[in-house]
């Protein structure tokens, strides 16, 4: 004999997966199915994860280092001086 579990009521406290939701548009869908074709990745979850796991490998080298703090800090000097930025 189980235990009879009611719908909507959390048996378990520990919370072992975080799940979101992910909303795209059009051009999103499309480039998604380009990356997940580039990567040779069917399902959208894994392409999301492994896709997230390549970027940061790439933002995390020296050189895109540099070239984000340069840009950043060109950004937040031009806001302090008021000078126009870019669109």
Not at 17 to 26: G, P, Q
Not at 51 to 64: C, T
């Amino acid at each position: 004999m189980g235990i009879k579990k009611e719908p909507f009521v959390r048996y378990n406290l520990e919370k072992t997966r975080d799940v979101i939701t992910i909303s795209l548009n059009a051009e999103e869908r499309k480039n998604l199915e380009e990356w997940k074709h580039l990567i040779q990745q069917e399902k959208d979850g894994t392409a999301f994860k492994q896709l997230a796991g390549l970027g940061a490998k790439v933002l995390q080298q020296p050189i895109q280092k540099l070239i984000l703090s340069t840009v950043l800090n060109n950004y937040r000097k031009n806001k302090r001086l008021g000078v126009i930025t870019f669109d």
